[in-house]
């Protein structure tokens, strides 16, 4: 299958690995900010599906991706790419008797959390 190498300005997301699948949408200006479409503008054909992720340079600052896509059809820096975890492997919830948590930010301005939840359930009595 063909690949495509995607190169960023910052590093890719931490939660980003091989496997997950990498999407892209058209951005558009407001308000001096660029966004993606607004909630009542998404549809089935908002999101292009590129491929799957099969590599992520160790300075996560590239990746390289499983695409069908034609050459016209690559995003550009005009587009905001994202990717989405498989369901299958990446839906139970916490297991074990603990659970690490770990948040950064490499925002290199001030940023405030809003919310942070967990879900927690009896195993065993």
């Not at 190169?7 to 660029?34: C, H, L, M, P, R």
Request: charged residues 15%; hydrophobic residues 35%; negative net charge.
């Amino acid at each position: 299958m063909p690949t495509v190498t995607l190169t960023f300005a910052n590093k890719i997301n931490e939660s980003a690995q091989v496997g997950d699948t990498a999407y892209y949408s058209s951005t558009t200006d407001v308000g001096g900010f660029k966004t993606s479409l607004k909630a009542d503008e998404v549809t089935e054909n908002t999101y292009v599906n590129i491929g799957t992720i099969r590599s992520i340079a160790s300075g996560r600052l590239s990746m390289v991706v499983n695409t069908s896509l034609t050459a016209s059809q690559i995003p550009t820096t005009n587009h905001f790419i994202f990717f989405s975890k498989d369901n299958v492997a990446n839906m139970s919830s916490a297991l074990g008797y603990y659970a690490e948590v770990k948040l950064k930010s490499n925002s290199t301005t001030e940023a405030e959390l809003f919310s942070v939840g967990c879900d927690v359930f009896e195993s065993s009595k």
